[in-house]
């Protein structure tokens, strides 16, 4: 991993998919499911799309939800059409999240990631951080694939193989504080097609 160079790193834009058609057509099919259609969401190490099925965008548009966003890229958080606030912030020089936009506007009651945790140097922090700022039964969804920038990853994860990739994101979240914690396999991946999982977790009722 290059240390230190995020910030130089992410100023290119990159207006492109991270995963195939497959994998983006099954999250959003999973992510119709389990989104809440009133209340906040935080989609952070966010980019120009956050892959949100219809029916979230209409909850968007009526003002019954709030999506927050969070990244490294100002031209791609510029482009999301589902954000209503967003911020530029490197969780890895600061793992104290910050919640983009004015005034207080309430907890979270969901929190999205897609392919980008392995990236994070610091994702116990990160994730507590995000915790503390959710309701009670609150969830937080990670969506891992194979995929990476294999020079930003942190070391480890090109180490492991899939299976422990996956207990190891679950540790991220046990060591935050989130219960409940699930692997669930949205795509079993082919030669052909990119493997797709979540794994989530609930902010529980008493800590």
């Keep these: 991993m290059e240390a230190g160079n995020d910030e ?6 990159r207006f492109v998919t991270h995963i195939d058609g497959n994998a983006i057509s099954n999250l959003r099919k999973y992510y119709d499911q389990v989104l809440p259609r009133k209340g906040r969401v935080l989609d952070f190490c ?19 939800l709030e999506v927050l966003g969070m990244g490294m ?7 999301n059409p589902i954000l209503k606030a967003w911020s530029i912030q490197d969780l890895n ?8 936009g004015e005034g207080a506007g309430g907890k979270l009651d969901a929190s999205t990631c897609v392919v980008s945790i392995d990236y994070l140097t610091k994702p116990v922090e990160v994730l507590s951080s995000i915790r503390q700022q959710t309701n009670k039964g609150g969830k937080i969804h990670l ?21 422990e990739r996956l207990d190891m994101v679950g540790d991220y979240l046990w060591w935050s504080g989130w219960r409940n914690i699930e692997v669930q396999t949205l795509v079993e991946g082919s030669w052909t097609t ?9 902010n529980p009722a008493t800590n």
């Design 93 to 100: 020089e600061d793992p104290e999240v910050r919640l983009p």
């Design 73 to 79: 890229n100002r031209s791609e958080l510029s482009k």
């Design 194 to 202: 990119d493997p797709l999982w979540v794994v989530r977790g609930e």
């Design 143 to 163: 969506i891992i694939s194979n995929r990476c920038f294999p020079t930003k990853v942190v070391g480890r994860w090109l180490k492991a193989d899939e299976s």
């Design 8 to 13: 130089g790193f992410y100023t290119v834009p």
């Design 46 to 64: 966010s980019s120009w799309i956050s892959h949100y099925p219809p029916d979230v965008a209409r909850a968007v548009t009526s003002g019954e």
